[in-house]
C-alpha cells in the first residue's frame, strides 16, 4: 500500500505504508563526481517542480565482496527477500521509517542505524536491516520515533586510498565521508518527516559501531547520542596511510596496473568494469588516519585518562555500547584459513610478540586452555583463540569506553545463544543481537527470547528516546551492566555488577591487562590474524 506525502523541501514523495509505519525508501542524500571521490549533500529540489519521487522501493546496494545471504548465513536463518541491484554510483541513499500517527504533539527522536560489514559490506536493503518493527515497538511503548538506514560505500571503492589518489583531490575516507554526508542531509531534511534535527542518535553494529566511535573526531555536531553494538574503534583499528599504501599497491598489482603512469591508474581506476573491480574486493577494507575524518589510532592507552579531545568534542551526550558473548566469531573464517598446528603457531607468536613476558605468556596460554598440559586440537584451538579475540578486542573496550566516557554509560552484554540450527547454535555469535534488536525473527523465537527481544528493544528506545535505559555504568557503588538472557536460564534481563559472573563474562582478561598491557595483549591478537 502506498501513501503520499509532501515534505517542505523536498516536494511530494511517494511512500509505502507498512502496518502503522511509512517507510520512504532510497531517498538520495549524496553524490560524488567520479568514483573515489568525496561525496557532496545532494539538494533534492533539484529533482524539478511537481515531479513525484518515489520512495517505495530501496536503492541499490554499495559493490560489495559479502552478500545477503553470506550475513543470513551467519545468523543461521533465512528471510525471505527480493533480488538486489548494485551500483559503483547511485548508492548515496537512505531510508526513513516515521510513525504513522494522527496527532504529533513534538518532533520525534531520530535513531539513524548504520550496518555493519567489516567495511567490506552490507546493505541497508537486506531484510534482517529492515527496521518498521523497531518503529512499531516504538509507537507501542509511547516512545515513538524516527528510524533510518543509510547506504554508503564500502571495499575498494569506500576505502581504497594512496597518496597519488589523494593529490587527486580523491581524498580517501569516502565510507566514512558518505555517512557523515547523510547526517548532515538529515539535520537539514529530517525536520519535514517531524523528525527532531536536534535529537539524532547513532546507532551502529560491528563495523557501523566502529564508525560511530571515528566520528566523535568531527568538528562539526553530528549526533546526540551514540550506541554501539559489537564493536569500537579498538575491535576494527583504522590503519596508518603507509598500510594503505600496500594495498593500493597490491590493489594496482592484481588489476595490472602496477606499469601505468599515476594518470593512467587514476584513468583506468575510474573507467574499469564493475567485474574487473570486483577482483580486489577481497583486500582489507579499513578507515585511513588521516588526521581529518579519522585524528588518530585509538588505543587503550588513549583510553586511560577520558575520552581523548581528540576524538571527542563535548556535543556527543551519551553512550549505549556492549557485546555479544562471543563476537569473535565473525574472526573464525580467518584463523581457518589455515587451521593445522594453530596452537603451536599462536604460540610461537606470543612468543616472538612477548620475548621478555614470559610470566603473561604462561598465564594466559593456561587461562584459554592452550597451555601443553591442554594439548587442544586444532578445532580446540580455534575456539580458544577466539575466546582470547573476543576479551580483548570487544569486551574489554566496551568496558574500557564505558569506563572513560564523560558523561552517562550504558554497558550491556548480550548472554542470548543464537537459537538456530548451524555451528554456533548455542552461542551468542556476532550478530545475534541484531536478529532479536529488529524483530525481523519474531516468528522464529520462543516465547521467552521474544520477551529477551522485547527488553532489549525497550531500551534502546528509551536511549534514542533520552531516557535512562537502566541504571548508568559509573553508579556509586559499583559498576553496573545490563545483561540480557540466557532466557532458557529464566533470564530475560537483569543488573549485574561489571566483572561479576552474573554479568555473563570471564573477568581473566583483566588480570592479564593488569599484568602485561591491553594495547600489547590487543596487538599480539591483531598481528596473529594478520598473519593468518
Known sequence: MTTIFTHPLLGTLRGRRVDTVVQFLGIRYGTFAQRFAPPSIYDARSNGDGQVIDATVYGPDALAAASCQDELRLIQHPLEHSTFTMSDTDVLNLNITVPLMENQTKPWPVMVFVHGGNFAGGSPAWPQNDLARFVKRSKELNMPLIAVTVSYRVG??????????????????????????????LKANIGGFGGDADNITFVGQSAGAVSGMLHLSSKVPLFKRLACL???FLAVQPLPASVHEELYSTATTILNLQERSAAERLKQLQNLPCEDLSKIYSLPSRPLIDGDVCNELPTFASLEHGIPSTLHKGWCQEIFIGDCAFDASILAGVLEKSKDNLASRFIAHLSEILPDKRDLLNDLLVAYGLDSTSSPNDKAAVEAILQFGHDIAFYAPAVAIAEAWDGPSYLYHFNEPNPWPGRWQGRSSHITDLAFLWHNYDEFLSDEQRQTSRQFSADLISFVNGLAPWPAFHSPSAPLVRTYGPSSHGSIAGLATENSSAAGRRGVIFSLIEEGGADVLLKAFGSFLAKC
Open 156 to 185: 575498494a571503492l569506500g576505502f581504497l586510498t594512496s597518496e597519488e589518489l589523494r593529490r587527486s583531490g580523491l581524498t580517501g575516507n569516502n565510507g566514512l565521508r558518505d555517512q557523515m554526508t547523510a547526517l548532515l542531509w
Open 230 to 232: 559489537g564493536g569500537q
